[in-house]
């Protein structure tokens, strides 16, 4: 089996069920549908990488230290930005410039940040992986985070 079929069936289901809420016809259950199933990504997104990557077994026993690292670090970089769109939330009927700058600058750092941790994480499993298994890592994990991040961006209404 081609072993890049599990994440792309995956992220297919997953865009799917993302894009059928915005039809009149479907029903409250593919909203649920869609929420359960982008859950159901995240907690295995683990074995949704290894199983997309390919990898041998010595490769695996290099990776997964690696991989595991990043995600811990991807965590923090989650819980900030959780904690950012909670101040959002909190200041959007009443949005002010100085908060809305603030916002904007906190935003843009977490983006740098993620960025510079898919390069420092990039340089370290470029250590123990070819150059192509790197970059298929990194497409992966896009394609992840791109399927993640569509809730959001559906339900978090532009600033006034």
């Known amino acids: 089996m081609n072993p890049r079929k599990p994440l792309f069936f995956a992220m297919a289901v997953a865009a799917l069920a993302a894009l059928a809420p915005s039809f009149p016809s479907q029903a409250q259950s593919t909203v649920d549908d869609q929420q359960q199933l982008l859950a159901q990504l995240q907690s295995d997104r683990r074995a949704v990488v290894l199983k997309s990557m390919a990898l041998d077994d010595a490769q695996v026993a290099a990776f997964t230290p690696v ?3 990043y995600q811990a670090e991807r965590k923090k ?12 939330a909190s200041n959007y009927d009443s949005m002010s410039d100085d908060a809305a700058k603030g916002i904007l600058k906190d935003w843009l750092a977490i983006r740098d ?3 510079q941790l898919t390069r420092d994480y990039a ?3 470029a250590k123990v992986l070819p150059s192509v298994k790197v970059l298929r890592f990194v ?13 959001a961006v559906r339900t978090i209404p532009l600033a006034q």
Do not use: G, H
Not at 77 to 88: G, K, N, P, S
């Open 67 to 69: 991989y595991d690292a």
């Open 77 to 88: 970089l989650a819980d900030r930005a959780v904690a950012l769109i909670d101040t959002y």
């Open 113 to 115: 940040d993620e960025n």
């Open 123 to 125: 340089k370290r499993m």
């Open 139 to 151: 497409q992966i994990e896009n394609k992840i985070d791109a399927l993640l991040r569509i809730p």
